[in-house]
Every structure is written in C-alpha cells, then in structure tokens.
C-alpha cells in the first residue's frame, strides 16, 4: 500500500480510535485549508500561537510543502487576523528550522537535504541503540501490551489510508522506548527532533508498500524485545531505521 498526500483534505481523530477520513473539496486552495484548521481552536487564546500551532501542523502533515512560497499577507487573512501573529508565528518556525525566509516574499518549508536525512538517522540510530539496551529484559508486561497495541493501531490507520494517524502512533512507537529508558537526556534530545523526523518518514510512506514493511519492521522490534534478545533488539532497530531511511532518500530521487 502506498499513502498519497491530500493537501486538501481533513483527517480528524481520536487518541486510539480511527474514524473516517472527512474530505473536502479538492478546489479548496491551501490558505483556506490552514483557515479552517485554525478556526477549529476556541478562542480566547494566543493568535500568535493559534497560527504558530497550525502552520506546523500545516507543515508535518504535508499541508505546506517545500518548493512553495507563502505570503505572511495570505495567511492572515485566510486566517482573518492580522499580520502580526502570523510575523511571530514564521519567527518560531524560523527558529525550530522548519521553515525559511524570501525577503519581500514570503515564507518556504525547510527542504531536508540528503546529507540532513543521513544525519537524522545516525543520530536516531545512536539514541534508540542505547534506550534498546537499557529497557530489554526490564519491560513489564503492560508495556509490551502497549507497544503492541500501538502496532495494532497502525494496522487500523492502514486499513483507513490514515497516513497522519499512521505517523502519529509510528512517532509514540519509538518515543515510547526512549522514555522508558529512563535517561531524561535521551528523551529531551528526541523530542528535539521529533518534528524533523516526521518530514522524511512522511515522505518514506510514499514508497509503495513501505506501510506494511513498517509494521513488520515494528513486530520484529517488539519480538526481539519481548525475548529479551539485546543483540537481535539492536539489529531489529538497525535494519529498521536503515530501510526508512533509504526509502525517505529514494523519494528524493
């Protein structure tokens, strides 16, 4: 299965329950589209955060793509605000390495380089060798029932060509193990990058049938882990990250 990305569609959701995907008009252009995520936030909040909080989402869900320049002008009145958060807003982004100034211009999506990708990986790679080997054989049985659980849930999001949710519960997979692993440092640097992985996993979903290998990639994670097998945890997580790495870079190609 390969998962197409809707820039124009709505996919809302539950923690932990799939509901249908809500699709909208595909001539919707994609300012409106953001309008109507930021309408969904019930005021009174921030505006400089409501528009920081949906241009993100914009961003991680492929809503906003690289290759595209967007007017701070634009967005704020598809917003109907003034142009003032949405200027905070971009600085935020700016600051998080998500997104790029054009002077007189606008805004564009930060492109990942090749290079960037490999730097993710080896530095995901190291974080999650070493939560591996503090948490094998210290799992309790409520938390191999959670991961699998969570493996069970990217099933569903298949099934329901749910590719947001599908990354969602990807992200709390292997977030979970870092957290568990009890080093407070580990899990302050992934959350560091979090964001920065979702883009290149989004884009390995492109690859036809990479969903599937994913959950199959997982299972053997949570096998290797539930044996309490250190060496063939290590390895699972390697070939893992290996295959969706190489599959983020082919879609460069």
């Known amino acids: 299965m390969i998962f197409s990305i809707d820039i124009y569609g709505e996919i809302q959701y539950l923690r932990y329950r799939i509901q249908p995907s809500l699709i909208g008009d595909r001539k919707i252009n994609m300012t409106r589209k953001l309008a109507g995520d930021f309408a969904h936030f019930q005021r ?22 690289s290759g595209e320049i967007y007017s701070e002008l634009d967005l704020a009145e598809s917003f109907g605000i003034s142009r003032t958060p ?4 971009f600085l935020r982004l700016a600051a998080e390495n998500l997104i790029i100034f054009h002077p007189r211009k606008g805004i564009s999506v930060n492109y990942f380089s090749k290079e960037d990708i490999e730097n993710l990986f080896e530095l995901r790679l190291a974080i999650e060798d070493a939560a591996a080997n503090k948490i094998v054989g210290n799992l309790s049985q409520d938390q191999v029932q959670y991961i699998q659980d969570t493996i069970k849930q990217q099933q569903a999001c298949i099934k329901e060509y749910d590719e947001n949710l599908f990354l969602e519960f990807d992200r709390e997979f292997h977030l979970f193990f870092v957290e568990i692993s009890g080093n407070r440092f580990m899990v302050q640097t992934y959350n560091n ?13 492109r690859k036809k049938g990479r969903a599937e290998e994913v959950l199959s990639e997982h299972k053997a994670i949570v096998e ?3 044996g309490g097998d250190a060496e063939r945890t290590r390895e699972a997580i390697k070939i893992h990250l290996i295959n969706s790495k190489l599959a983020a870079l082919e879609c460069r190609q």
Do not use: C, F, Q
């Open 44 to 65: 009174p909040r921030p505006l400089n955060d409501m528009a920081y909080e949906t241009i993100k989402s914009g961003i991680l869900e492929g809503k906003l793509i």
């Open 224 to 226: 290797a882990l539930s």
């Open 193 to 205: 990058i979090r964001d920065y992985i979702t883009i290149p996993a989004r884009e390995a979903l």
């Open 86 to 89: 949405v200027r905070e807003a």
